[in-house]
């Protein structure tokens, strides 16, 4: 019953004085590898990407760039803070429909109303509810806030009553059924099942230029960096180290004279504000935004890559959206109901039997290298269960 | 660290009831500033349940102090920043995150979002004064998830430790240690009540005579015995309770009796 | 006051549904803890199982008859076999399950899709079940709604019956109350949580079969009903029947009434919106076992 633990092997070497600075936790080198993967990353995306491919596959990366902005958010709220959130169609449809709003309007031009609206003909003047979006300075802050603040209003209510786990998944995704229905039924000023469709310009610059859609890729592509960077910085802060704490033992961290409801709260405010920018690039990026975009399949699709990349780590959820994405359009265009078959095989094989995602295969590749990692690095559910294990015999 | 204020808990007529059963039936005690209090009883005496009124995870009624504050009413996270910290019985630090990590979140109750929001850069005293007392500082950077047993739990008390805690609500902390590890909990155990008042449950006798300074016995959701070790144990009500429940033979004490 | 009891009618017949719908769910989310998305394909099977029954029994009313309990049957296995190969291995992963098992969902979707074809296909429903019954006062209810409301009833009473007298019943109640001492007691719960999955998932076919009389079916038909009927259980309390039962007619009342003073897309909202209400008064739901458990 004694000293039966193994040391893990990587933490072994330093019995350094325990107020110095902890050896894995940088003071240079560490902090110029990320400089350099970010380097690294915007090389690729703004110099190689731009090169190598088409218009068209350019424009399809922008697409796939705006789902893995969502998927750094469910990375956080999700893989980090235990929040299975299956609604954040909700807040990228928010982000998308203000944006679009706001296009819609500056396309028809000052006195005019958007062509749907005539359309449908029941309306002889703007609703009053559109008339804000007009302006730039009310809709682009919307796209963010707008999104930030219905999770918030959410978020208050239910995880200060606990409503967590499985009940938070079914109210999330309850939420995007009843944003759906919402949008569909108000035809006349949401466009209905079409949505906001047949977007012409984007401030002042022709969409169907390929020249300004390759601008509002860079724009994209930037903006999922500093996703990134921030996402980074809140998962290596002390509320990110709080975060993991109240997903594996809520009620332990209340007990430490913390608020777990506050600490679920930000991350979830935070997914919601990134996935309602996604939603704002997405519209000038494809050109539409509809219902069919943001309800309870798609929502629960922005799942699924940060499943297969990895839902703890910063770079799985971005790696794993894209591939998946990738993927969907090729197989799709070619074997739409083969895609289907793999998409619902994904979800099982994945999430059954490698929570970890392609990111812990990475790591254990790593372990197995003889590099072994630092002790924090495992984080993932994977490494989770294996210390599990490692505990567990003694105590038996 | 702390200290400076040495209070006492006051536990008046605290009733806990569950869909008609009564778990904790006019429960009162004091515990005196600096005490090591040891509760025993019977299981489903409603040890565990008296401490979960205490610290707000059940609903009772009644009255607890601790100082001058009254604990009943509060929620969970605002009795703890009054200085009550707890245990459980089944080990609950965060297996993910590192010895380090666990002291440091348990530090940081009262830290304002612009620190939340940075990163940790060194090891704040407390932390480090922690590490050292509970014996873990060459384990520092290991997963909390790696430490054996009893490790776990002594994390547990540091985690108490640095959180301020004035109050120690300690549920079984040496069940499944080794006699050694025992020992080194009991000599933690009195460290740690020079500046604080320490309550622990615990069920093995032999741990309770070595390191309780007094003693109060539970039985039904009541009070039976109260007193110090030799006082309970020579007490009739309490052989007569444990005598008379042959069924929880196995989790009472060896050796009460002797 | 007649428009008043119109709408009552309403939201019990849809309440009948959602309770219908609800209630595998019961007992496989609300017994045993497991969201199982899936289950909406469930009742797609018991749906399809009417419409393939139907290509060679001709008759709509010995049709539907012969597909209750055949429906009951095939929904129930799919649902022990997904018990078996796949949910059993993620009891402690709640989350997990949900996402699992939606995948499941998807490639049964898509089997649909492709063995019966995208678009919906009508059943035919027997003659008695078409007509309306008229009461006193001008007011009418629809045959078929009259009969699912009867049906669903008959399904709560018998699981109700079947939970508190039948040795399986109880052996299913003692793993929900409390798994390892069932175990140690000599229960198999292995073979326990087989079989509440089978009876919970054949529910869900009885509700397809149900389903057949109100409209035409197809292969997505599940991915709306299921999330309606997962609130009702998350309302309604985990572990007991009842709650599931009373929230299941609220709810459908609560939809009728809003849907009369607004429109159907205001009133889902207005449901949405009084279910996290709820939830703030009652965050576990209407009824609840007490576990003495951290979580």
Redesign the interface.
């Not at chain 3, 992963?93 to 997990?96: K, N």
């Not at chain 3, 939606?102 to 490639?107: D, I, P, R």
């Not at chain 3, 429109?263 to 205001?266: E, G, N």
């Given at each position: 019953m004694t000293a039966v633990t193994p040391a893990p092997p990587s933490t072994a070497v330093d019995p350094a004085p325990v107020s110095a600075v902890p050896p894995s936790r940088p003071g240079g080198r560490p902090r110029l590898r990320t400089a350099a993967g970010f380097a690294f990353g915007a090389a690729l995306l703004f110099a190689v990407a731009p090169l190598v491919l088409s218009d068209f596959r350019l424009s399809l990366l922008a697409k796939y760039l705006c789902v893995a902005m969502v998927a750094v958010g469910i990375g956080i709220a999700w893989g980090r803070g235990g929040m299975l959130t299956l609604g954040q169609g909700v807040f990228f449809g928010l982000g998308g429909y203000a944006m679009a709003m706001h296009l819609k309007l500056a396309d028809a031009g000052p006195a005019g109303m958007p062509d749907f609206m005539q359309l449908y003909g029941q309306l002889d003047e703007l609703p009053l509810w559109w008339r804000p979006f007009a302006s730039p300075w009310f809709a682009l802050p919307a796209t963010v806030l707008l999104p930030m603040a219905v999770a918030f209003g959410l978020g208050s209510l239910v995880f200060r009553r606990r409503v967590r786990g499985a009940y938070f998944a079914i109210l999330s995704q309850a939420l995007a059924a009843a944003m759906v229905i919402l949008l569909i039924g108000q035809q006349g000023t949401t466009g209905g099942t079409n949505g906001l469709t047949d977007i012409k310009g984007f401030f002042g610059y022709d969409l169907d230029d390929p020249v300004n859609q390759r601008m509002v890729y860079f724009i994209i592509a930037g903006t999922l960096l500093a996703l990134l960077a921030l996402a980074r910085q809140l998962i290596h802060s002390r509320y990110g180290e709080l975060l993991v704490a109240v997903r594996d033992g809520e009620e332990r961290v209340r007990f430490l004279g913390y608020d777990p409801a506050s600490v679920k709260l930000v991350a979830y405010v935070v997914a919601a504000g990134m996935a309602g920018l996604a939603g704002a690039l997405f519209v000038p990026a494809v050109g539409i935004i509809s219902p069919a975009l943001i309800g309870i399949v798609p929502s629960i699709e922005f799942v699924i890559g940060v499943a297969v990349g990895g839902r703890a780590t910063l770079l799985g959820p971005v790696l794993g959206a894209v591939a998946v994405a990738w993927a969907r359009t090729a197989l799709s265009e070619r074997f739409p109901g083969t895609w289907t078959y793999l998409q619902g095989l994904l979800f099982v094989v994945v999430v059954a039997f490698l929570p970890g995602g392609l990111a812990s295969l990475w790591a254990l590749a790593r372990r197995r290298d003889g590099s072994a990692a630092p002790a924090r690095r495992g984080w993932s559910p994977l490494a989770r269960r294996r210390a599990a294990r490692r505990t567990e015999v003694p105590a038996a | 660290m702390s200290g400076d204020r040495l209070d006492g808990l006051s536990v008046r007529d605290v009733r806990v009831s569950f869909d008609g059963f009564t778990a904790v039936d006019g429960v009162s005690l004091e515990v005196p500033a600096g005490d090591i209090r040891f509760l025993i009883g019977p299981n489903g005496a409603g040890k565990t349940t008296l401490v979960d009124a205490i610290t707000g995870l059940v609903r009772a009624t009644g009255s607890v102090r601790f100082g001058a504050d009254e604990l009943l009413g509060r929620p969970v996270h605002r009795i703890s920043r009054l200085g009550i910290g707890r245990t459980f019985q089944t080990s609950s630090v965060f297996e993910e995150l590192s010895v380090l990590q666990n002291l440091d979140i348990a530090a940081g109750a009262r830290r304002g979002w612009a620190t939340l929001a940075r990163r940790r850069r060194g090891v704040p005293d407390e932390v480090a004064a922690a590490l050292e007392t509970i014996g873990l500082a060459e384990r520092a950077e290991h997963l909390a998830g790696t430490l054996a047993h009893g490790q776990k739990q002594w994390l547990e008390i540091g985690m108490l430790l640095v959180q301020d805690a004035r109050l120690l609500l300690l549920d079984e902390p040496v069940a499944g240690m080794s006699h050694e590890e025992r020992d080194a909990t009991g000599a933690l155990l009195e460290t740690v009540s020079r500046d604080r008042t320490v309550v622990v449950i615990e069920h093995d006798m032999d741990f309770l005579r070595r390191f309780a300074r007094s003693v109060t016995v539970l039985h039904a959701g009541r009070v039976l015995s109260e007193g110090t070790v030799a006082q309970v144990q020579a007490d009739p009500r309490v052989q007569e309770v444990y005598l008379g429940h042959p069924v929880d033979a196995g989790s009472a004490p060896t050796g009460l009796e002797a | 006051m007649t428009v008043l009891f119109g709408q009552l009618f309403t939201g019990i017949s849809i309440g009948a549904v959602l309770l219908l719908i609800a209630l595998g769910l019961a007992l496989t989310?609300g017994q045993m803890?497991v969201?199982n998305m899936a289950h909406g394909e469930f009742i797609m099977a018991g749906a399809y199982t009417t419409y393939v029954l139907q290509q060679s029994i001709t008759g709509a009313g010995l049709s539907l008859v012969v597909a209750l309990p055949v429906a009951f049957v095939v929904a129930g296995t799919m649902g022990a076999l997904l018990e078996v190969l796949?949910i059993r291995?993620?009891y402690a992963?709640?989350?997990?399950t949900?996402?699992?098992t939606?995948?499941?969902?998807?490639?049964l979707?898509?089997l649909a899709?492709?063995v019966f074809g995208s678009p919906n296909v009508q059943t035919r429903a027997p003659e008695l079940l078409t007509g309306n019954v008229a009461l006193p006062g001008g007011l009418t209810i629809a045959n078929n709604r009259l009969f699912i409301l009867g049906l669903a009833l008959a399904a709560v009473a018998a699981l109700t019956l079947a939970l508190r007298l039948t040795p399986l019943g109880r052996r299913i109640r003692a793993v929900v109350q409390n798994r390892d001492l069932a175990a140690v007691s000599g229960i198999a719960t292995s073979r326990v949580d087989r079989t509440t999955f089978f009876v919970g998932s054949g529910l869900a076919g009885l509700a397809g079969v149900a389903l057949t009389l109100l409209g035409p079916i197809g292969p997505t038909m599940g991915?709306?009903l299921i999330?309606?009927a997962?609130?009702v259980v998350?309302v309604g309390g985990i572990g007991q029947l009842k709650g599931s039962v009373i929230v299941a007619f609220a709810l459908g009342v609560l939809q009728a009434t809003g849907e009369y003073l607004t429109?159907?897309?205001?009133a889902?909202?207005i449901?949405?919106v009084a279910?996290?209400a709820f939830?703030?008064w009652r965050?576990q739901g209407m009824f609840t076992l007490?576990t003495r458990s951290?979580?």
């Open positions: - | - | 989310f803890n969201i796949l291995r993620l992963r709640p989350l997990d949900l996402l699992v939606w995948g499941v969902s998807l490639m979707q898509q899709r492709d991915t709306n999330i309606d997962f609130l998350v429109t159907l897309s205001v889902k909202v449901v949405f279910i996290v939830l703030q965050p007490r951290l979580a």
